[in-house]
């Protein structure tokens, strides 16, 4: 089975700080996405990256910025967090081929920004 | 850019009658999938439809892939405590390769 791991379910941070969000998976797959999630607006992306140090923006880049220097991980960074950035932020990742290969998402990382 | 657009929002229904969400693509779909999120937890793959006029069946539930390949649907026959959650369905556009969700329908379900 697919394992996505997010390295905190929770995260309080105080506006202005650096914020980083780890994912790791197990499963040698080329994609890896951010979303977030916010009640009534479903599920917006924010970076993804198809390959190691590849990165695309998504619908909603804007205030952050993506690491990926390997395979497995993908780090969504924060520079400088908001108060309009407390959300829940789910990490996935699939297969490149074929392009319609489902995602597999992890548990999710809920930052509380105060 | 793409939209997808899913409706209804939210729907209660009394254990045991069916349920169906829609979903509607501003452009024509190369495929179409459908997730499901229960309480607490994390969006899991359910499943895919390519086909114009696809249909799929997971035990209760029906799965729809419009002839335009532009709309779907998710029906879930006689409804139980255990289909709580919300159904997101995400389109990929005809030569893309970005996944678009929907906004999803959040299903509760009345014992």
């Known amino acids: 089975d697919v394992k996505v791991t997010q390295s905190s379910r929770y995260l309080v941070k105080r506006t202005g700080e650096k914020v980083f969000l780890e994912c790791v998976q197990d499963?040698?797959?080329?994609?890896m996405f951010w979303y977030r999630q916010d009640p009534g607006l479903g599920l917006r992306l924010i970076y993804f990256?198809?390959?190691?140090?590849?990165?695309e923006k998504g619908d909603i880049p804007e205030g952050y910025s993506v690491s990926r220097e390997k395979k497995e991980r993908f780090s969504l960074i924060l520079e400088s967090a908001s108060t309009n950035q407390t959300s829940m932020y789910l990490c996935?990742?699939?297969?490149?081929?074929?392009?319609?290969?489902?995602?597999?998402f992890g548990n999710g990382t809920r930052l509380t920004v105060t | 850019g793409q939209q997808v657009m899913q409706i209804p929002q939210y729907q209660h229904v009394q254990e045991g009658e069916d349920f169906t969400t829609y979903c509607n693509s501003s452009?024509?779909?190369?495929?179409i999938q459908w997730y499901k999120q229960r309480p607490g937890g994390h969006p899991v793959f359910l499943i895919q439809?390519?086909?114009?006029?696809e249909v799929k069946k997971q035990k209760r539930l029906t799965f729809q892939f419009g002839e335009a390949k532009k709309n779907s649907s998710l029906h879930i026959t006689a409804t139980q405590t255990t289909d709580v959650g919300t159904y997101f369905c995400?389109?990929?556009?005809?030569?893309?390769?970005?996944?678009?969700f929907g906004k999803g329908t959040k299903l509760s379900v009345i014992p």
């Open positions: 499963m040698d797959h080329e994609n």
């Open positions: 995400a389109g990929v556009g005809a030569g893309s390769y970005q996944l678009t």
């Open positions: 996935a990742s699939s297969f490149r081929v074929p392009n319609n290969s489902p995602l597999h």
């Open positions: 452009t024509t779909l190369s495929n």
């Open positions: 990256s198809y390959d190691v140090k590849m990165k």
């Open positions: 439809l390519v086909k114009s006029g």
